[in-house]
């Protein structure tokens, strides 16, 4: 009985932070534009400015896609020999270790080996590359492990390697590659960090100025409506060209091989070097010395333990939302759509939907609550993916066994899935914590003077150039978003041994 009551409770609570933090909030934003009744500065159009732009934003982003999808390559080939990253672990956490760490502190670093007249664009569409470019090799290599293999094996009859992947591979996974192309152009378009530490206006660094400099809702969210349009539209391609190319799918026999060949695990070392030792290793060179390090630990300590514990209380509550909503299967479908469509929103926008509704809550808005609200609207979206990924990892024998004993969905969800996945939960968790630690717009509209972020801090740095305390501080925040990094090949390793296991 009293299990059941703390069931109820938990998933009552999971189910109230997810109004709270992400239905609430985009309700009371629109509200605020009805009750406000004010126009758009400037009227109801889109300046020419805004055109601009949305034009170069869309040009650089399409300039970072392109490259990410050549720097992808070697992850594809990787990815389609092994089927899954669990069966080499460490190949794994090298592919995708460069998404765990902030962007904007490998700005910094290849600002330290480029010249200073580096153009701002190319730095801009280099880092995102690098930075970005697992997500492509685990799309359209996971395509290519399931549909591509056989037809690869084949032409290597008549010609060599990279011809036969270039001309028979990559036509059978287009919409693999459309679905990576429209991702990363979302993840682009509303990337904050990079343009802003590249020196560059494009449309997300100029809406965080629209809204710090007005105070009515309505002038943010009408001039966000162009960028949300695209991202909606990107999504919605996405969406559509996943399901395409995973109906095309034909299941091979044998998917996926536990290769000892060094070679994957040199191409996936190659990868992590370029894209994420490189720029931190020239961090590390230009530091004068080492007690740097030291004198930002006890100039910033307090700041550093403060973002430490906002961003990492507001992992755990993301994930803790995704298991409560996810469990509760009536809310599953409409949980995933509404916290990705919530989460994919430009950081301004999310920041001001909180704004919207807790600036009338001053037990909420005038204290460091908001900002740990404020996180989970921004990345909710990782715990409801991380259950998810619990329940469809769960052996499909436990979820009869289970129906047949009489347990409902609820109790299967919560006591088998996320019991059994509980890595996965936990990786969900630190990657929520990393990214907020690491997120400026959300943060800049709703942080209060008493919490001191560490993000805001570097950036505040950079912009005064005191490079000692702007490496050190970047230093601390990689060394911030390890465990994430160490969880990450925890779980592929445990993966592999429950595979071995079955």
Not at 38 to 61: D, F, M, N, T
Not at 314 to 339: E, F, K
Not at 405 to 433: K, Q, V, Y
Request: aromatic share 8%.
């Amino acid at each position: 009985m009293n299990a059941r009551f703390l069931k109820h409770v938990l998933l009552v609570a999971g189910c109230v932070l997810f109004l709270l933090t992400i239905v609430w909030p985009t309700v009371a934003l629109l509200a605020r534009c009805a009750l406000d009744a004010q126009p758009p500065r400037g009227g109801c159009v889109i300046s020419a400015r805004q055109w601009a732009l949305l034009g170069k934003s869309v040009a650089v982003a399409a300039g970072g896609i392109g490259v990410a999808l050549i720097v992808s390559l070697p992850g594809v080939y990787v990815v389609g020999r092994l089927g899954r990253l669990s069966h080499r672990p460490a190949v794994g956490a090298l592919l995708v270790g460069s998404l765990l760490f902030s962007p904007m502190v490998y700005v910094f670093g290849w600002q330290k080996l480029l010249p200073a007249d580096f153009p701002g664009q190319i730095q801009c569409v280099g880092v995102w590359a690098l930075w970005s470019y697992p997500i492509a090799a685990l799309l359209i290599g996971t395509g290519w492990s399931r549909v591509g293999r056989g037809a690869y094996e084949a032409a290597l009859l008549d010609m060599s390697p990279a011809t036969a992947f270039v001309r028979v591979v990559l036509p059978m996974l287009r919409l693999h590659v459309v679905t990576a192309c429209m991702i990363l152009f979302v993840i682009f378009l509303g990337e904050y960090s990079v343009p802003h530490a590249c020196g560059m206006l494009v449309y997300s660094t100029e809406l965080l100025g629209w809204s710090e400099e007005s105070p009515y809702a309505i002038d943010t969210l009408w001039r966000s409506l162009p960028l949300i349009g695209l991202i909606l539209v990107a999504l919605l391609a996405a969406r559509g060209a996943w399901k395409r190319g995973v109906a095309d799918e034909q299941p091979v026999e044998g998917t996926g091989v536990k290769s000892t060949s060094p070679i994957l695990l040199l191409l996936a070392a190659g990868c992590f070097v370029v894209s994420v030792l490189l720029p931190l290793t020239a961090l590390a060179v230009n530091l004068k010395s080492p007690a740097v390090m030291g004198e930002a630990l006890r100039t910033y300590g307090g700041e550093l333990a403060q973002s430490l514990a906002v961003a990492g209380l507001s992992g755990l509550l993301v994930t803790g939302m995704g298991v409560c909503v996810i469990a509760y299967r009536p809310l599953r479908r409409v949980a995933l759509v509404w916290a990705l469509g919530f989460g994919v929103l430009p950081g301004a926008v999310v920041g001001e939907a909180v704004l919207a509704a807790y600036r009338n809550v001053p037990v909420i808005y005038d204290h460091w609550c908001v900002v740990v609200v404020a996180f989970v609207a921004r990345f909710g979206w990782i715990g409801v993916l991380a259950m998810i990924a619990a329940v469809r990892a769960t052996p499909p024998e436990l979820f009869r066994q289970a129906r047949s004993d009489g347990a409902s969905e609820t109790s299967i969800a919560l006591r088998i899935c996320a019991a059994l996945s509980w890595p996965t939960l936990l990786f969900g968790a630190c990657l929520a914590a990393a990214m907020s630690l690491c997120e400026l717009p959300t943060s800049a509209l709703v942080r209060v003077p008493a919490l001191g972020l560490i993000a805001h801090i570097l950036t505040e740095k950079f912009h005064r150039f005191e490079d000692g305390m702007l490496i050190s501080l970047s230093l601390w925040l990689v060394m911030s978003a390890l465990p994430a990094a160490i969880l990450l090949a925890m779980l592929l390793q445990r993966q592999e041994a429950r595979g071995k296991r079955q």
